[in-house]
Nanobody, 115 residues
């Protein structure tokens, strides 16, 4: 069974940066889009950023101009560069790969931004 494995989370001070990575444990064919979601305590999971197979990107308003999503198709990997982090960015971050038949999800990784 293919798994998505996230890395790069942790604790950072406000204004700092982190780079999240998410790699598939085996090749996944026909990925339509890759994305990052997050869920803060007591809140619903929300889309942070997404990138399509055609390299179009979409960002939540709260992270525009601070976060950058990118991917390496050959490695089945998606990245999220997070700059100018704020305490309100604190959440568990999940990656997701979307295909026509199935959506793959990572197990989640904690990002904590201290003020």
């Amino acid at each position: 069974q293919v798994q998505l494995v996230e890395s790069g989370g942790g604790l950072v001070q406000a204004g700092g940066s982190l780079r999240l990575s998410c790699a598939a444990s085996a090749n996944i064919a026909s990925i339509n889009a890759m994305g990052w979601y997050r869920q803060a305590p007591g809140k619903q999971r929300e889309l942070v950023a997404a990138i399509t197979s055609g390299v179009s990107t979409n960002y939540a308003d709260s992270v525009k101009d601070r976060f950058i999503i990118s991917k390496n198709d050959a490695k089945n990997t998606v990245y999220l560069q997070m700059n100018s982090l704020k305490p309100e960015d604190t959440a568990v971050y999940y990656c997701m790969f979307m295909t026509a038949l199935y959506d793959y999800w990572g197990q989640g990784i904690q990002v904590t931004v201290s003020s």
